[in-house]
């Protein structure tokens, strides 16, 4: 049988943000016809296929993990910003200030990436039987991109909803009854009056 080829759609990205020695490590990747989950844990690796045929849903959803971070470094940021202008003339001591200038650019680089990648957000997929998590989808900006990539191939496999039918199914979704949706039929035309 032969192997098929995978494109990478996301870096490995650790699962837990502060678990080091026993996170799992996760990334997304493109196959002919599925998706294909890697997780990395210890001297395990597991795989999860997704068929485009089975997904229903991948749900995104915004987060505040940015904002926090944010002031999580904003804190020493300004610590520092306070010891270096101590520290400038009539003071003037230079060594100081060199030495707060490089605690500062220490949480002025992940600050500043942080920024750079985005909004952050988490990103799940869903099937009949399943809803996994998708870690490794973590900022908006990327998840677009990869749905982007991955939305046509589902269509191709699944076919395309109307409006209509995707209105009738989130009914169904939350009502939790089978609806199933058929289209109005035209209005009766009056006979042709013969002479």
């Given at each position: ?11 490995m ?64 940021i ?32 992940p ?78 035309t ?6």
């Amino acid at each position: 049988m032969a192997d098929p080829t995978y494109q990478r759609l996301t870096r490995m990205r650790v699962r837990q943000q502060f678990a080091i020695a026993t996170a799992a490590r996760v990334s997304l990747w493109l196959g002919s016809d599925h998706l294909l989950h890697v997780e990395l844990s210890g001297f395990t690796e597991t795989y999860k296929r997704f068929y485009f045929r089975d997904i229903q849903a991948i749900t995104v959803q915004e987060t505040t993990r940015r904002a926090v971070w944010n002031i999580v470094l904003l804190v020493p940021i300004v610590i520092c910003l306070i010891g270096i202008l101590m520290n400038v003339p009539p003071n003037a001591h230079w060594t100081a200030v060199i030495v707060w200038s490089i605690f500062a650019s220490i949480f002025l680089l992940p600050f500043a990436v942080n920024n750079l990648r985005g909004t952050a957000c988490t990103c799940q997929l869903r099937t009949a039987v399943q809803t996994e998590d998708l870690a490794s989808l973590s900022r908006v900006r990327q998840t677009r991109k990869v749905l982007e990539k991955i939305r046509p191939l589902i269509e191709a496999a699944q076919g395309r909803l109307t409006a209509e039918e995707a209105s009738a199914r989130m009914q169904e979704a939350a009502s939790g009854v089978a609806v199933s949706w058929k289209p109005d039929p035209p209005p009766p035309t009056a006979p042709p009056i013969l002479t």
